[in-house]
């Protein structure tokens, strides 16, 4: 199981996918969804929007776990 590089929170796979399309495809290491609200300075509830949008666009990135 992959852990976040700041905090070693436990990542879901649809964190993963949102770190490599927001920051790296090529990552090795990850943030959770509150650190990358953090490093962008904007809400959780922003990127969990990305998330869905992400999705539906298609990007298998994302998965359409909870």
Known sequence: ???????GKVLRHNEIGLHKRMINRGAESFMCI???AEYFGCSTEMLEKKIIHFKNQGCLLFTDEE
Do not use: F, Q, S
């Open 34 to 36: 509150g650190c990358l």
């Open 1 to 7: 199981m992959a852990e976040c590089k700041n905090c």
